[in-house]
Structures are given as structure tokens and as C-alpha cells.
């Protein structure tokens, strides 16, 4: 109904530019007749990726706090790195009681962090994928079954609580609204981890949460920018999720079929992203042939069902020495912002997943940097490396994106 909605008012506003002696359909999609296509969230700008925010990091510094890493040091290391944009981890739990209270000393460790990236020119992207779950009364991840007579609330509590949390950091305008919201890691009925939804099931929810959301952000800031919480094939780039078959591509299909059956909120995708993100983990590749066709896939998918460009944030992608050996990680990295900038051009940021290994998180080794913590130890190969130590992926990382500087400033060395 929508595109049929959109090719008749797109006719009548051409013929009318031209009745008129305009400049044609150019002319005629401006100022109100572009919101009666696209809505009044559209904004011309999100269609082209603005410059110089290509090379990113995504990175937890509010959670490094508590793994002991400076965040002082850490952002003079992404500074050194040549980082230009950054997803701040924000979830709701850090810093509230609840959705309409403030915890006073994290909220103000929440505002230190966000000003000291921002000292160096750091563009952010903040994110949280937690919510209020109204039946436990304490933040969650899962999502309440829809249909429920707990769910218009929940819904309504999602909303209030990103117009407070809005409120509170005006210095954020770009949020991005929760994570991985096709993966049944993240989005499934609370309670009921491990049965996965449908790809239709977790596209409905998503546009639930997403209108809702966006309802909440942009009453609480009008300027505020809206980002799709960032899809992912869990399995690896362009495969299905075992059991149900999602992938990135078809959960869009999905999301925009909800979105036009106006069910959720509104007809246009804009009232529920303005720009959009997926994730586009590549475990063992490198960013070749089969990497770019993968994600111009899904951007085609975003293209055709929307009828406009969207801009796009890769706010999370990286390599895992554990999965992949650090020499390939090295000659990947040093071709990745070339390949997304020349072949990707819809792409505004790439932000690498992760800055820190978390020896604490199932031994995770993602990082471009061992863990900072000299109270644990990272042990890879059978030798424990010194915290905070740059690898050889960091060094790659700082060459790609054109860094300087020391990349040793939370390097602790080992004392035999």
C-alpha cells in the first residue's frame, strides 16, 4: 500500500512542478512535499555518508572502567590510533535505578567519558541494548512476549526511558537503538533464552521498539538522529541462523514488510531509523570480492524498499586471533578502510570490534590491545602477553587509518 501511496504522490508532485514551469521532480521534493513521501523524520543529508568518520572503534569505555582501564589513557590511544568516530556503549543500567531515575555518581562518570573522546574530535554514536523489563522491575535484554497484555506497557516504558536518557546527554545526537536486533543472542522473549523467534516475530518486534523509540528520542531532542540497531549474520557474513534461516538480508525484507503494513506506528522508515547499521563479521576473510558483495546486498535492500539512499554505520566488525592467525588479521586490516571507502561508498563509519582483549569475558582476544589489567593474564600460545601491550593488529589498525603516536601508554611490562 505504501509504494502505491508514494508512486501516486511522487506523479502528482512532478506533474505539478511542471504545471508550474519548476525544475522538475528536483524542484518538486523539497520542504513538505518530500515529508508527504518520505515522513517528517526524513532529512536529505542521511543519504549521503558525511566525511571523515570512516575509521572507527567500537569501544565499551564506561564497562572498561570497572575491567580497571584508564579511559583517559584509552582515548589518548585511540587519538594515537587515528580513531574519527566511536560507538559508546551506553546501556541504561549503567547509570539508572530505573527508567526515571538517574544514578548521580555513574551518570556523571557517563558525562566525563563522553566529554574526554569528544576533547579529541571524536564523533559518537551512542548505544544501549538494554530495556525495562515491567515484570522483574530491573534492566534486561530480552524482550516481552508481543501480543502480551504486559507489552503496550513495556513498549510505553521503552519510550519514556530513551526520551530521560536523551534528556540527559544532549551532547549525543546520533543513538543507536538496541543491538543485533535479528540475532536470537539479543533479541528473544525474556525468560526464554535459547527458543529463537521467527524472522517475522523479531522484524515486528524491532519495529515496535524502534518506532517507539525514535517517538521518545526525538521528543526529547528534535535534532536527535535515529540508528537502526545493527543487524548481523551471527554465523558469518551472508549465512542463515541454524534452525530459522535469518540472515541480514532477509530479516530487512522482514523489517520493511512489517514497517509497510503500518501496524507498527507509521508507513515510513524514517519514523524508525534514519540511517541504518549491520555488522558485517567476516570471522576468516578478508575484505575481498565476497565481502563487498555481501553488504551491498544488504544496503540494495534498503535502497529498493525505501526508494532513496540511507546512510550507514558499520558499528561493529573485527577479527579474532583466535579464529583467524594475527598475520592475516595484519594484511586484512590494512586493506579494510580502502575497500569500504572506494567499494562501500554508502558507508559513513566502520567501527572495529574490540580495542581490549577481556581475558574476564570467556577469554576473549578480539583486541587490538592484550588486557590492560595487570591483576589478570593474557595468555595466548602458552605465553602470557604484558597488559595493555599493542599487537601486531594495532600497529596495522594505526597505519591504516593514518595514526601517530605511542601505542604502549597502558602497557604495564611483566616483571620476571
Known sequence: MRKIII?????????GAFACGGGGEEESMKGDDVSLIYGENYRQEFEQ????RLEGMCYLAFEGVSNGIDYVKAYELLHNLGVKSMR???HF????????????????LMHEIIREGQRYGIFMIGMSHQNWSVTDERFVIGKPRRGTSQYELWLDTYERTW???VKEFPEITYWEIDNEVNNPDFMYTHGEFGRKLSTEEMAAITADMHFRASRGIHAANP???TVLGGVVDPV????????IGTTMVSFMEALYDAIESGEHGSYYPDDFFQTAAWHPYYYTGKPDDYFVEQNNAVYEVIKRREGKDKKVYLTEFGWNENLYDMDEIVD???????????????VESLMYFRMFDNVADNMNTAGLFCDPNPDRSDIFGGVRRDPGSPKPSAYAFQEACSGSGSLNVLKTELVD
Open 7 to 15: 508512486a501516486i504522490l511522487t506523479l502528482l508532485l512532478t506533474a
Open 49 to 52: 555518508p558525511e566525511k571523515g
Open 88 to 90: 559508546q556503549w551506553m
Open 93 to 108: 543500567g549503567y547509570f539508572m535505578s530505573d527508567p526515571d531515575t538517574f544514578l548521580p555518581e555513574e551518570t556523571a
Open 163 to 165: 526520551y530521560n536518557v
Open 223 to 225: 535534532d536527535a538522529v
Open 236 to 243: 558469518g557474513l551472508g549465512l542463515p541462523t541454524a534452525d
Open 332 to 346: 586484512a586490516i590494512s586493506s579494510l578502510f580502502t575497500v569500504v571507502g572506494e567499494r562501500m561508498p554508502y
